[in-house]
C-alpha cells in the first residue's frame, strides 16, 4: 500500500478519535485505478484501524465497529470485485470527490433543463446513484446520508425508467 499506516493510540502523532480515523484513512486511500490487490491492503488495515479507534474511542465503539466489519467484507472479496473509486473507468475520466458537499455543489452545476428529454434525466440519475455510492465510501461523516441520495437517485431512475415502458 503506497500511502503508509495509521497510527492508532494515545501517544503524540498517534490517533485517538474516531473522526481523526476516518480523516486518516481516507488521506491514504489507493489512487482510484490502483490495482485490486492494493486496495484489499488498504481494506484490511481500514479494518485493523477501526477495530483498534473501537478501543480507545469507546464513546464510539460501536461505529468504529461498524466501520471494521464492512473494510474486511470488502478485503475478503475476490480481487475483480473489490470496490476502488474509480468512476467512469472509460478513455475520458475518473471521477473522485472528497466530500458530499463537493458532489452535491457539482451536481447543482450539472443537472439538465427541466425540459430535458426522460432519457438524459434517466442518464442523470444513474450517474448521481453510482457518484453518491462513491463518496459515501470517503465522505465517512456523511456516509448514510450520501447512501440515502444514492438510493433517491435510483429511485427516481426507476421511476422515469416505468413511465418510458
Not at 501517544?11 to 480523516?23: K, Y
Not at 490487490?37 to 465497529?65: C, F, K, Q
Not at 468512476?87 to 427541466?114: M, N, Q, W, Y
Amino acid at each position: 500500500m503506497s500511502g503508509g499506516r495509521v497510527r492508532i493510540g494515545t501517544g503524540q502523532g498517534e490517533i485517538r478519535l474516531l473522526r481523526a480515523a476516518h480523516e486518516a484513512l481516507v488521506a491514504i486511500r489507493p489512487a482510484p485505478l490502483a490495482p485490486a490487490s492494493e486496495w484489499r491492503a488498504y481494506y484490511y488495515h481500514s479494518a485493523s484501524t477501526y477495530r483498534e479507534i473501537s478501543r480507545v474511542d469507546t464513546g464510539n465503539a460501536s461505529e468504529a465497529l461498524y466501520w471494521a466489519e464492512r473494510e474486511h467484507e470488502k478485503a475478503q472479496r475476490s480481487l475483480d470485485e473489490i470496490p476502488t473509486d474509480a468512476i467512469g473507468t472509460g478513455p475520458h475520466k475518473v471521477v473522485r470527490f472528497r466530500s458530499l458537499d463537493a458532489l452535491c455543489r457539482e451536481l447543482d452545476d450539472t443537472h439538465p433543463r427541466i425540459s430535458a428529454q426522460p432519457s438524459v434525466w434517466l442518464t442523470y440519475h444513474q450517474s448521481c446513484a453510482e457518484l453518491f455510492a462513491a463518496v459515501a465510501e470517503i465522505d465517512r461523516w456523511n456516509h448514510h446520508l450520501a447512501l440515502y441520495y444514492a438510493e433517491k437517485s435510483r429511485r427516481a431512475a426507476r421511476e422515469i425508467q416505468g413511465k418510458e415502458v
